[in-house]
């Protein structure tokens, strides 16, 4: 069965700190797909990424970057000199190549960014 | 700006009551996806489609939630009977893709309460 877990529940950091939410998946597939996804505390959700299993090649935009490892099942995610807008609820996701009914999101991680 | 609308914001009914929540795409986006927030099960996928036609509703309780494109500018969902464990925040999103999961636009969610 396909799982995500996202071991930090929550991360504090002070601003401008650089900070990384880990993400750790188990799937049988050879093919899947790689998400996230940020919540801030107005409760809306914004999507971040998507990365499919054959392009390993880690991605920049911004202040954010993502390090995907499909080594050790891991897809991490790092914002570079964070601030206080960052402060949100970040989930990682994985689905298989087609369906949704394996469609799994992690736990998710509260950031708090302090000023 | 183009955004995703979603219909009513918030909607408190009683057990046994049907529900209809309504999503209205971003213009020419031809993919659109259901989700479920609780604290208990956290995010969840429900039922995605693309051109009108559902993909895969297999997230979705069959036996009281249905998920409709009527035509390309209105998705709906609806949930009979509803039940207090229906109670989430549902979002719907809208992507503009000829195959799998690309970039997803969230409309603000239908905060559910049901009593």
């Known amino acids: 069965a396909q799982k995500v877990t996202q071991a930090q529940t929550e991360i504090s950091v002070v601003e401008k700190e650089d900070v990384t939410l880990d993400c750790v998946y188990e799937t049988r597939d050879t093919t899947y797909y790689l998400f996230w996804y940020k919540q801030p505390p107005s409760g809306e959700l914004v999507f971040l990424i998507r990365?499919?299993?054959?392009?390993?090649q880690n991605e920049i935009s911004g202040r954010y970057s993502w390090n995907f490892q499909k080594s050790t099942s891991s897809f991490n995610f790092t914002i570079t000199a964070s601030q206080v807008v960052d402060s949100a609820v970040y989930f990682c996701a994985l689905s298989e190549t087609w369906g949704g009914q394996n469609f799994v999101f992690g736990p998710g991680t509260r950031l708090s960014v302090l000023p | 700006d183009a955004r995703v609308t979603q219909t009513p914001r918030d909607k408190v009914t009683e057990m046994g009551q049907e529900v209809t929540m309504r999503c209205q795409p971003i213009l020419g986006h031809n993919t659109v996806f259901w989700y479920r927030q609780t604290m208990m099960q956290g995010l969840e996928l429900l039922a995605y489609?693309?051109?009108?036609?559902?993909?895969?509703d297999s997230g979705m309780p069959k036996d009281r939630f249905s998920a409709e494109m009527p035509d390309a500018t209105l998705a709906t969902l609806k949930i009979q009977p509803s039940e207090p464990r229906d109670s989430a925040v549902y979002f719907c999103?809208?992507?503009?893709?000829?195959?799998?999961?690309?970039?997803?636009?969230f409309g603000p969610g239908t905060r559910l309460t049901v009593l």
């Open positions: 489609f693309r051109n009108r036609a559902p993909l895969d």
């Open positions: 990365r499919n299993s054959f392009d390993e």
């Open positions: 999103a809208s992507g503009l893709r000829g195959g799998t999961y690309n970039e997803q636009f």
